[in-house]
């Protein structure tokens, strides 16, 4: 009865992208395939065009965009990417609209969360954590000869902090040298990438969103180096980068969903 009486209803849902790039873009497309295939399945209709934006990586946008959704008064809110998410969910601590983020790797760590299994609060969502041994052994696995390993990423980025201190951590197990090279524009972080191209044996990233930004133009100077860029996420790899044992944003777009 309850299924029928839901039938017709319609839900406005705002989708809050922090930037436009390759993962982030891959996660928005398959969140919105998957809502409209989960509105047909259950009758209603989950309004996301008219309350789907771009925070374009710049804080007093985002917290305008959520001033918006807010004053919309919207049934949902999706944000993709951690500085999004605690955007988002600093405007709804007061009205209690459900948040259900995409794409934020330590959700505890960021204080979005109390716990993963147990929240709290008015929000929910999905991870791409990613587990960074994977990646190294893949890497050693690939070329166990690797002695050294540039480790390229946006200090600014919370969500590629954990990622980094456990990547340091397992070279320092297995004696691997390791040397960091961070901007948090697009050209230091090109100008970093040149930097390691010239002295690392691999060089590893996980899921930046600023080093994404860029992989198109990193990725050549990592192939003409001949130095295999790892990373956190498949979208890097579509754009160059050499290997990932990681997230595939599709499936957890479609998992927020």
């Known amino acids: 009865a309850d299924q029928t009486a839901a039938e017709g209803t319609v839900y ?29 399945e259950l009758g209603v209709t989950f309004d996301y065009a008219d309350y789907t934006f771009n925070g374009q990586a710049d804080q007093s946008i985002l917290t305008q965009i959520a001033a918006d959704l807010v004053a919309d008064d919207v049934d949902l809110i999706i944000p993709i990417a951690t500085p999004t998410a605690v955007v988002m969910q600093s405007a709804t601590e007061e009205n209690q609209i459900p948040v259900v983020f995409s794409a934020v790797s330590d959700p505890v760590g960021a204080g979005l969360a109390a716990d993963v299994n147990a929240p709290g609060s008015n929000i929910t969502g999905t991870s791409d954590a990613i587990d ?36 340091k951590a397992y070279c320092d197990e297995k ?35 600023s080093v994404m930004a860029v992989e198109l133009t990193i ?39």
Do not use: W
């Open 175 to 209: 004696g691997i040298a390791y040397v960091e090279r961070t901007g948090v524009n697009p050209d230091e972080i090109i100008a970093a990438a040149a930097s390691l191209a010239g002295e690392a044996d691999a060089v590893f990233t996980p899921t930046d969103n």
């Open 219 to 257: 990725a050549e100077t990592f192939i003409e180096a001949g130095v295999p860029h790892y990373t956190g996420a498949d979208s890097f790899v579509r754009n160059g980068a050499f290997a990932t044992c990681g997230v595939n944003y599709t499936e957890l777009g479609a998992y927020t969903a």
């Open 12 to 40: 406005k849902v705002g989708i809050v992208q922090y930037v436009d790039d390759a993962s982030l873009n891959q996660i928005e497309k398959a969140i919105e395939a998957e809502l409209t295939a989960k509105g047909a």
């Open 132 to 167: 960074t041994a994977a990646i190294f052994d893949l890497m050693l696995a690939a070329n166990p000869d690797t002695a050294k390993v540039g480790l390229l990423y946006d200090k600014s980025q919370a969500s590629s902090l954990g990622a980094i201190e456990d990547a």
